[in-house]
């Protein structure tokens, strides 16, 4: 009986960490659908025997072909200067999940962890469109004393700079997050726009809210879900600047990063980026879409998608 009861808590230990895994994976990385069938797989096979670190997973799933160049440098990244709990290799998984199933009911426990991760990705979202929408609102002829302020030390000017400079913004902000987690980010953005003479943007920081930017013009069918066909026709009319989009409906920097890495080509990017948002919002509408288009300044691609539902009514 108790060498029953030993296995099944073992098996149970198995799958929380076959779960916990898969569950970094999708959130980390974008992944096609085969691939991430496969990876499940393997994962289901590998992950009950010894393994020694998470690397050596990862390593394998790349020697594999289950991993893109892309997806292996987002991983690696995360691994050293984000997830620090992810580090430590499988071991730390064992040993946690061990304690979260020492006591107390494992669906209770299972649900708590579960409402503390959304309000980790709330949080985490909130704060990357409020990056977003400040990325907007900075001169591009700031950017070399905002990047010294920031972290102390002045960033390269490259030709993304001088093309997009919402974006380096963007991703100038997003690098000082990652390297200071703990700080508050707030307060310290107002200390430095005080620095700068930009009261202005430290109140305009108290009254952002993406809430506030909702498209309340014309949608065929807003509540329609938002298909493939549709994405083909927003793909093929989004520039260079579709970031603010995919910001707003909720991809993180790190997949659009890795998207890069893989597709050098631009609307090829745009399509896969949008293609990912799609897999992890099944339920996305074409209202959606349109507040994230509204938010970004596309009014003209609304108007696009508006006679394209129009037609296909």
Same mark, same amino acid.
């Given at each position: ?99 979260? #199933?020492?006591?107390? !009911? ?6 708590? $962890? &579960?409402?503390? +991760?959304? @309000? ?7 704060l990357d469109m409020l ?87 014309l949608v065929i069918e807003? #509540?329609?879900?938002? !298909? ?6 927003? $793909? &093929?009319?989004? +520039?260079? @600047? ?6 707003y409906l909720g991809m ?62």
């Open positions: 009986m108790a060498s029953s009861q030993g296995s099944k808590v073992k098996r149970e230990y198995a799958e929380r960490i076959e779960v916990e895994l898969m569950k970094f994976l999708e959130d980390h990385i974008h992944l096609e659908s085969n691939n991430l069938q496969k990876i499940k797989l393997y994962l289901k096979q590998h992950v009950p025997s010894s393994v020694s670190s998470i690397t050596e997973i990862f390593d394998s799933l790349k020697s594999k072909g289950l991993v893109t160049l892309g997806n292996y440098k987002v991983l690696s990244d995360v691994i050293q200067n984000i997830d620090v709990r992810t580090s430590h290799g499988i071991k730390d998984f064992e040993r946690r999940i061990q304690a979260e #199933m020492g006591g107390g !009911s494992v669906g209770h426990r299972q649900m708590s $962890a &579960n409402c503390a +991760a959304a @309000r980790c990705t709330t949080d985490e979202y909130k990056f977003d929408f400040l990325s907007r609102k900075l001169s591009p002829n700031d950017m070399l004393i905002f990047s010294t302020y920031l972290d102390g030390s002045q960033m390269a000017e490259t030709a993304h700079s001088f093309r997009n400079p919402s974006d380096t913004y963007f991703r100038i902000l997003h690098n000082w997050k990652s390297k200071n987690p703990s700080i508050d980010h707030r307060s310290k953005l107002k200390e430095i726009f005080s620095s700068m003479d930009r009261q202005d943007l430290a109140e305009e920081m108290d009254h952002f809210s993406v809430d506030q930017y909702k498209y309340t013009g807003p #509540m329609t879900q938002f !298909s493939i066909t549709d994405l083909n026709d927003l $793909a &093929n009319n989004l +520039a260079t @600047r579709y970031y603010h989009v995919v910001r993180r920097q790190r997949t659009i990063d890795q998207v890069e890495v893989d597709h050098p080509n631009i609307r090829e990017q745009i399509y896969q980026v949008l293609l990912a948002i799609i897999r992890k919002r099944p339920d996305l509408t074409r209202q959606d879409v349109c507040n994230a288009l509204f938010y970004a300044d596309h009014s003209d691609v609304i108007e696009i998608l508006n006679s394209e539902w129009r037609h296909g009514s």
